[in-house]
């Protein structure tokens, strides 16, 4: 008596695949990839699939969402660092105060995005952030430790401006979040004429 050749099994979809297939497919609705009624369609599809052969199809003519870039990574060191002037401010940044200190400011960027997220920890040095007036910042995540979280930013958001959203610690250095100074304010502005 010979053997017949085994069936592969079908593999059962679980809530967690459904649900990763559901968050992929209105991703790409968001981006444009796929229109409302063809993500409609979809998802009613992606909802009742009860095997993972009945999910793949959905999401396999979908190009992959662009990764995000790197994060930008400031240490301090022991002399310090400083990024400032015309920049490219990416969605992520990592500012380690080292001994020297970091320094990140904005007031001469053009920021498109929507939400800049700081990662800080202000070690000894500690980190300065200074924003453009109109700039909202979101600090209540971030761990005052030893020195402390010094946000002298005004709450007053203009339409269309970045929101920076900073967590991690202030370390012994601290972390100042402001607004230009006085000096700042009068240099920036014999800049732009």
């Known amino acids: 008596m010979s053997a017949e050749p085994s069936r592969p099994?079908?593999?059962?979809?679980?809530?967690?695949?459904?649900?990763?297939?559901?968050?992929?497919?209105?991703?790409?609705?968001?981006?444009?990839?796929?229109?409302?009624?063809?993500?409609?369609?979809?998802?009613?599809?992606?909802?009742?699939?009860?095997t993972l052969a009945e999910l793949a199809p959905l999401t396999a003519d979908l190009v992959p969402a662009v990764q995000p870039a790197q994060p930008l990574l400031l240490k301090g060191g022991m002399a310090g660092s400083v990024k400032g002037g015309s920049w490219r401010v990416p969605e992520q940044i990592r500012a380690y105060g080292g001994m020297g200190g970091v320094r990140i400011d904005f007031t001469r960027v053009e920021c498109r995005l929507r939400v800049v997220e700081i990662e800080v920890d202000g070690q000894v040095g500690g980190v300065e952030i200074v924003v453009p007036d109109g700039w909202a910042v979101e600090s209540d995540q971030v761990d005052p430790a030893l020195a402390g979280l010094r946000d002298r930013t005004t709450p007053d958001k203009l339409p269309g401006s970045p929101l920076i959203r900073l967590t991690g610690t202030c370390g012994m250095g601290g972390v100042t979040v402001r607004h230009p100074k006085r000096g700042e304010r009068r240099k920036l502005l014999r800049e732009s004429r």
């Open 9 to 50: 099994v079908p593999l059962r979809a679980s809530d967690a695949d459904r649900e990763a297939v559901v968050a992929e497919l209105q991703d790409a609705a968001a981006d444009g990839r796929i229109d409302l009624d063809e993500l409609g369609t979809r998802l009613e599809v992606a909802l009742s699939a009860r």
